[in-house]
């Protein structure tokens, strides 16, 4: 029998059962979907209860997983039906449910992202991932194996967002480029690959991108405080500095 009487007010409660560790400290600078940037490595600290090898066998077979988490840094008291992604130049509302939007009525993410390893480790169950959309701290509500027969569709239609966003050449200064050989490969696994390809998404707000005024930016990826400038349509880093 179908149950008409479907609560819709409070009526689901879900604990994390894991935390991101992420090379995003923040949110500025974070690619605006997961896979744009394969060295934007994260690691999900399975939390108890749920840290058991049993509920995790098999999972190290599947190359690439779903995570179901909670925008925790982006919650509002009241919701908005529109937002205006940065797709449309920042300028143009549509409906929040025809968008990816990290601000909606329940604030939960959905991100395919790879799974590299999963760890038993000293401080308890790991999995490693790369291609990751998150901030440092993502309450991870549910993962599951992405099924590439159920998943993904051939010539689907993504309405606005048929193609990857746009991106724009990233250049080192000569400083930032001494900055980053001299760090710990180990430390900082990737770390070009990581603040070339996330920059060169562009993480300026929309109406930003028309100011004439050089202006230097900063984002932070791991420890590493990065700042960088619009310079005639590409990117320049300035400087990859260390806490
Ligand atoms: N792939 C996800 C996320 C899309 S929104 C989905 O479709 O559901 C992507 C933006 O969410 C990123 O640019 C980042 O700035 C933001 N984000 C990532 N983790 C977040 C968090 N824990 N809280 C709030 N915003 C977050």
Same mark, same amino acid.
């Not at 997961?34 to 939390?47: C, H, K, M, N, Q």
């Given at each position: 029998m179908v149950n008409e009487n479907i609560p819709h007010k409070n009526a689901y409660q879900f604990n994390a059962i894991g935390r991101v560790h992420s090379c995003y400290q923040e949110k500025f600078g974070i690619p605006r979907q997961?896979?744009? $940037?394969?060295?934007? %490595?994260?690691?999900?600290?399975?939390?108890s209860p749920y840290d058991r090898d049993e509920a995790f066998r098999g999972?190290?077979? $599947?190359?690439?997983?779903?995570? $179901?988490?909670?925008?925790? #840094?982006?919650? =509002?008291? #009241?919701?908005r039906p529109t937002v205006r992604p940065p797709r449309l130049g920042g300028n143009q509302r549509i409906g929040v449910f025809a968008t990816r939007s990290n601000f909606r009525p329940n604030p939960i993410g959905l991100s395919l992202v790879t799974l590299e390893t999963v760890e038993r480790r000293e401080n308890g169950l790991w999995l490693d991932v790369r291609g990751a959309d998150l901030l440092q701290g993502t309450p991870i509500i549910d993962i599951k194996p992405y099924l590439p027969y159920a998943d993904s569709v051939e010539g689907a239609d993504a309405g606005i967002a048929n193609t990857p966003? @746009?991106?724009m050449p990233v250049a080192f200064s000569e400083m930032a480029q001494r900055q980053l050989l001299a760090l710990d490969a180990c430390v900082y696994p990737g770390a070009e690959g990581l603040i070339r390809d996330?920059?060169?998404?562009?993480? %300026?707000?929309?109406? =930003?991108?028309? @100011? @004439?005024?050089? =202006?230097?930016y900063g984002c932070r990826f791991y420890d590493l405080n990065i700042r960088w400038q619009v310079v005639d349509g590409s990117i320049e880093v300035v400087s990859v500095e260390r806490d």
């Open positions: 997961p896979g744009l $940037v394969p060295e934007a %490595r994260a690691s999900i600290e399975i939390l999972l190290e077979s $599947v190359s690439h997983i779903w995570l $179901v988490f909670v925008f925790h #840094q982006a919650m =509002r008291e #009241q919701w966003p @746009e991106s996330s920059l060169s998404y562009d993480p %300026r707000p929309a109406y =930003r991108k028309d @100011e @004439e005024a050089i =202006r230097i």
